[in-house]
């Protein structure tokens, strides 16, 4: 997480003024760029797929705008057929219209659509003339395990109550068809200002200090809805520095690290929005995520580093941290060994011999924990590598995905791309230019899979590459065409038609194929 100072404020990695979480400036208009831009990857609450496609339609320009998008995507709005409806009123596409007049009072600042538990209490009382206490029992209804089952039991009392004042039955069981659509996900107003303050946190961190946002998210994997790696890759296409875990330079987790005489970093053009990247500044990714090492043996490196200065070589690491064959071998093959001066290839060759000098347990009598006399440092058959090619780019990638799920290179679409432009198949960004209606071949790594219990059967992909992310949906009868493919390929090219509006596009699939030869950190899947 970001560094914290006593109390629980940001510790600046430069100095200025240590924010808190509730001394943060109020109405950045920062924010507000970049939430209507929806370039929210690893915000709080507004990351998901459903949410970056509503906040370029909601477009939100101050805090109750954020309150109503958190309250906005969730299973009871969406069965309330509510979100399109707000939406077209919030643009003016649509007039603001009520039901009954009864329910006026309730739904004005929500332009006539029912959001927050608070509403249908209210309305409730208004429309059906509930007395404070059975409206309370109607709260506590929407929030019980069984709930519908709850609602039901109200029904006669609240379709009979709102007849009682005029309201015609079908309005009045159209109003009650409303209210149960809430009652299994029904969110209380003070929950969606509480979640909204977080958000208008977590957007304010990532846009004006951004390096502390995305070392914060990744040293606390894992957590929310993006991989490191995509998490890594959006770090990048708007301009900050990531470093890869060294055992010279790394702690246990990801954090900032300052940066002497470093040149800015270009933004890349398919960013979303402008961030306040400092040059000075890097995020520096932690030795705890590289798999086979584990936190205690990272924690034991940083702690002899922090005690007695860096390591000078390979056998110096072996020597002080008695490290084994296969963890020698997996800080060797992810880099993590750059800073001692040998290539990747030359560590995995002399992990072996040094193991064996400094690290390997010999059973010594009845002594399970005896230390076996090593032979003279820097003497061990093999500790020498012969010249070796280096590692291509592309092997690189590779050990960095399997051994951490993490590359600060570029995505590993960049190696198939010549070969997919070549076929047709375009970038994410192009197709994010494209005019609604066409169809495009696009290519990219699954990063999630997704069956929302309000999708009547559609299954949503998410692919990202060098460029960009991008939304595909799959219908039902398309989705049991290429089930096999879609659920277990861990990339794809994607045939569709773009869909797009109100800054927000879409590729509706009509075919699936594999894309072979790529190396993916994996997907994260709901479906």
């Keep these: 997480m970001p560094d914290l100072a006593p109390g629980g404020e940001l510790r600046p990695a430069q100095t200025g003024r240590p924010w808190g979480l509730h001394t943060l400036p109020e109405e950045d208009p920062a924010v507000y760029r970049l939430l209507s831009a929806a370039d929210t990857v690893g915000v709080f609450q507004?990351?998901?797929?459903?949410?970056?496609?509503?906040?370029?339609?909601?477009?939100?320009?101050?805090?109750?705008?954020i309150v109503v998008e958190v309250a906005l995507i969730r299973p009871g709005p969406i069965q309330g057929d509510a979100v399109n409806p707000y939406i077209r009123r919030r643009l003016g596409r649509e007039e603001v219209t009520y039901l009954h007049e009864s329910l006026r009072p309730a739904l004005t600042k929500t332009l006539g659509i029912p959001l927050f538990q608070e509403q249908l209490m209210q309305i409730a009382v208004d429309a059906a003339g509930f007395s404070p206490a059975e409206a309370d029992n109607l709260r506590q209804a929407m929030g019980a395990k069984r709930s519908v089952e709850r609602m039901e039991a109200l029904r006669w009392r609240l379709v009979h109550g709102m007849q009682e004042r005029g309201i015609d039955p079908g309005t009045a069981q159209t109003i009650f068809d409303k209210l149960r659509a809430f009652a299994d996900f029904g969110f209380p107003e003070s929950h969606a200002f509480s979640f909204a303050y977080l958000v208008y946190a977590s957007a304010w961190l990532k846009?004006?200090?951004p390096e502390d946002f995305y070392a914060g998210i990744l040293a606390a994997q894992p957590m929310g809805f993006w991989s490191p790696q995509s998490l890594v890759a959006d770090a990048r296409r708007h301009g900050v520095r990531v470093l890869p875990a060294d055992v010279n330079a790394s702690r246990e987790q990801a954090r900032v690290e300052p940066q002497k005489n470093a040149a800015a970093l270009p933004t890349d053009p398919t960013a979303l929005s402008p961030l306040d990247v400092h040059p000075d500044l890097a995020v520096r990714l932690g030795l705890a995520p590289i798999k086979g090492l584990g936190g205690d043996v990272a924690a034991a490196i940083v702690a002899e580093r922090t005690a007695r200065g860096p390591y000078a070589d390979i056998a110096d690491l072996a020597r002080r941290v008695r490290l084994s064959r296969a963890r020698?071998?997996?800080l060797a093959a992810s880099g993590a060994l750059t800073s001692l001066g040998v290539a990747r290839r030359e560590a995995l060759w002399a992990a072996g011999a040094l193991s064996q000098e400094y690290g390997q347990r010999h059973a010594a009598g009845h002594d399970q924990h005896a230390w076996y006399q090593p032979t003279l440092p820097g003497t061990a058959v093999g500790a020498r590598a012969p010249h070796l090619a280096d590692m291509t780019a592309r092997e690189q990638q590779d050990a960095d995905l399997s051994l951490t799920g993490v590359s600060t290179e570029a995505s590993p679409i960049v190696f198939q791309r010549d070969r997919l432009t070549a076929a047709g198949v375009l970038t994410i960004a192009e197709v994010l230019h494209h005019e609604s209606g066409r169809r495009v071949r696009v290519a990219g790594l699954v990063t999630h899979r997704q069956r929302p219990s309000t999708s009547a059967g559609t299954i949503f992909l998410n692919l990202e590459d060098e460029t960009g992310l991008l939304n595909v949906v799959c219908p039902v009868g398309m989705w049991r065409r290429y089930h096999d493919v879609g659920r277990r390929?861990?990339?794809?090219?994607v045939r569709g038609l773009v869909e797009s509006g109100d800054g927000v596009t879409a590729l509706v699939a009509e075919r699936l194929e594999t894309l072979p030869g790529v190396t993916s950190p994996g997907s994260r899947?709901?479906?």
């Design 46 to 65: 507004v990351e998901s797929r459903a949410q970056m496609a509503t906040l370029p339609r909601l477009r939100p320009r101050e805090f109750y705008d």
């Design 207 to 209: 846009v004006r200090k």
């Design 328 to 330: 020698l071998e997996a």
């Design 489 to 493: 390929a861990a990339a794809l090219v």
């Design 525 to 527: 899947d709901w479906c």
